[in-house]
């Protein structure tokens, strides 16, 4: 199975600032890695896919980059909404496995 | 859209099923996924199923005990978990997709409990 380590696990931030989160993948993915966001009780919504097509609908202050074993999620300038958990998506091969999440917090 | 099946509370060694109801675009066109979701625990792939041709694809960790089916006439998938344990306890979400997915479910509480 890919493992793929995310980081970091948490951080806190304030509105304004510029945030990133990267996946690492245990071998390449090519650029089949998708970026999702939860919020508290709801169900995860995809904002990236392909490492870096921004889903439809989804603010351009979110980014993402990377191919192979590296990725990164990029929020360039945090808003009240935007605190939420994040996951990486690996979807290379079966099983298709998750980061294990980053949670940002107000600081 | 997809509309699941309300929360669950089963007994260990009980099955439960889990229920997706598309609509708004054409229900054989894409995979659907289930994810689950331990409480307070990160997001963990099941497996998929095609709703065109029924072809399925399970994680090893639940061969055996995950069975997913679907009904195209009520555009509606399911997701038969056997052999429940209390580390079953978990919200159960679909999402269509052919590889990543979106958009998900609302997700189903299944709560395993003696």
């Known amino acids: 199975d890919i493992q793929m380590t995310q980081s970091p696990s948490s951080l806190s931030a304030s509105v304004g600032d510029r945030v990133t989160i990267t996946c690492r993948a245990s071998q390449g993915l090519r650029i089949d890695l998708a970026w999702y966001q939860q919020m508290p009780g709801k169900a995860p919504k995809r904002l990236i896919y392909?490492?870096?097509t921004l889903q439809s609908g989804v603010p351009l202050r979110f980014s993402g980059s990377g191919s192979g074993t590296e990725f990164t999620l990029t929020i360039s300038s945090l808003q009240p909404e935007d605190f939420a958990t994040y996951y990486c998506?690996?979807?290379?091969?079966?099983?298709?496995?998750f980061g294990g999440g980053t949670k940002v917090e107000t600081k | 859209q997809l509309v699941q099946s309300g929360a669950e509370v089963k007994k260990p060694g009980a099955s439960v099923t889990v229920s997706c109801k598309a609509s708004?675009?054409?229900?054989?066109?894409?995979?659907i996924h289930w994810v689950r979701q331990a409480p307070g625990q990160g997001l963990e792939w099941m497996g998929w199923i095609n709703p065109d041709s029924g072809a399925t694809n399970y994680a090893q960790k639940f061969q055996g005990r995950v069975t997913m089916t679907r009904d195209t006439s009520i555009r509606t998938a399911y997701m038969d978990l056997s052999s429940l344990r209390f580390d079953d306890t978990a919200v159960y979400y679909c999402?269509?997709?052919?590889?990543?997915?979106?958009?998900w479910g609302q997700g189903t509480l299944v709560t395993v409990s003696s």
């Open positions: 998506l690996q979807y290379n091969s079966y099983p298709l496995t």
């Open positions: 708004g675009y054409t229900f054989t066109a894409y995979y």
């Open positions: 392909a490492a870096s």
């Open positions: 999402g269509r997709g052919q590889k990543s997915f979106d958009p």
